[in-house]
């Protein structure tokens, strides 16, 4: 059984960072990947950044445009957590965000946002302007 819990969300004013974290308890097998989507009030989910990691080591990465250049996915194997790192934080960027997973095969790309098996309880972002 794998168990996903984000944390680090919080209130930030526009410009600054934040470091949200998905901590992965139990295995995911072989090669899999790991996504953060968000959801804003009103709106729907959308797939931000994407993960794949194989067993061989090689991983592959997926930015949505409206991210790419202040978000970064990284993994701790060791501590077996998952981050994203948002910089130069926006307004628009304020939403609820969740941590998915899913083994392979699995898409780290759009269309992404639906067919993740594990699914984190989300952690809140608001960015004032």
């Known amino acids: 059984q794998v168990q996903l819990v984000e944390s680090g969300g919080g209130s930030v004013q526009a410009g600054g960072n934040l470091r949200l974290s998905c901590a992965i308890s139990?295995?995911?097998?072989?090669?899999?990947?790991m996504g953060w989507f968000r959801q804003a009030p009103g709106g729907q989910r959308e797939g931000v950044v994407g993960?794949?990691?194989?067993?061989?080591?090689?991983?592959?990465?997926y930015y949505a445009d409206s991210v790419k250049g202040r978000f970064t996915i990284s993994q701790d194997n060791t501590k077996n957590i998952v981050y994203l790192q948002m910089d130069s934080l926006k307004p628009e960027d304020g939403a609820m965000y969740y941590c998915?997973?899913?083994?392979?095969?699995?898409?780290?790309?759009?269309?992404?946002?639906?067919?993740?098996?594990?699914w984190g309880q989300g952690t809140q972002v608001t960015v004032s302007s």
């Open positions: 139990g295995r995911l097998m072989m090669d899999y990947c």
């Open positions: 993960l794949y990691i194989s067993t061989a080591g090689s991983s592959s990465t």
């Open positions: 998915a997973g899913d083994p392979w095969p699995c898409a780290y790309y759009p269309p992404f946002e639906s067919g993740y098996i594990y």
